[in-house]
């Protein structure tokens, strides 16, 4: 079945460490982007990327770095330098130009403690 | 950059009647394409309706309809026949990733 996944669905870390959210899809999207969501409102873009080895920051990229190293995965990680991590994370994919709808995962849940 | 607004934060309405969720726009580009997602409770975003801004004609997906009106920049989503499955946050990003702060829509049996 073709779709996005992120894993894991819940994610716990102490105050201080660095965490790395998964996201790979198998759609053979060029796009890929990162959001995150807080209790009640609406998504807010952290990074995207239109190719492999490239990657642009969104509205909210301070405290969070990507990578985009193959076409199906682009990882997030919460740095410490995040002031408020513990939110839902959400990334989509799309194909081509922004034109086409994106298609999201299942979302991760960050929970710092 | 483009930006969205949604003017309902909250909204409900009786199963089986029609309710119009609205959305505004600002953009500087002459082509681009508008979107309804929804965001039921499992918080899995699903793409609802799609509206291209060079056709006049408005988008229909079964009971989701859009009335795009391109000179205002307005673009609302009317639900017929509302469900319960209908129960969700409706966003309305125009192509360049801004989704806004959303609609809460309940549905009420």
Known sequence: ?????????????????????????????????WYRQDP?????????SQIVNDFQKGDIAEGYSVSREKKESFPLTVTSAQKNPTAFYLCASASGNSYNEQFFGPGTRLTVL | ??????????????????????????????????????????????????????KQQNATENRFSVNFQKAAK??????????????????????????GAGTRLTVKP
């Open chain 2, 1 to 54: 950059a483009q930006t969205v607004t949604q003017s309902q934060p909250e909204m409900s309405v009786q199963e089986a009647e029609t309710v119009t969720l609205s959305c505004t726009y600002d953009t500087s580009e002459n082509n681009y394409y508008l979107f309804w997602y929804k965001q039921p409770p499992s918080r899995q975003m699903i793409l609802v309706i799609r509206q291209e801004a060079y």
């Open chain 1, 40 to 48: 009640g409102q609406g998504l807010r873009l952290i990074y995207y």
């Open chain 1, 1 to 33: 079945d073709g779709g996005i996944t992120q894993s894991p669905k819940y994610l716990f870390r102490k105050e201080g460490q660095n965490v790395t959210l998964s996201c790979e899809q198998n759609l053979n999207h060029d796009a890929m982007y």
């Open chain 2, 74 to 99: 307005s673009f609302s989503l009317k639900i017929s026949d509302s469900q319960l499955g209908d129960t969700a946050m409706y966003f309305c990003p125009p192509n360049d990733m801004r989704f």
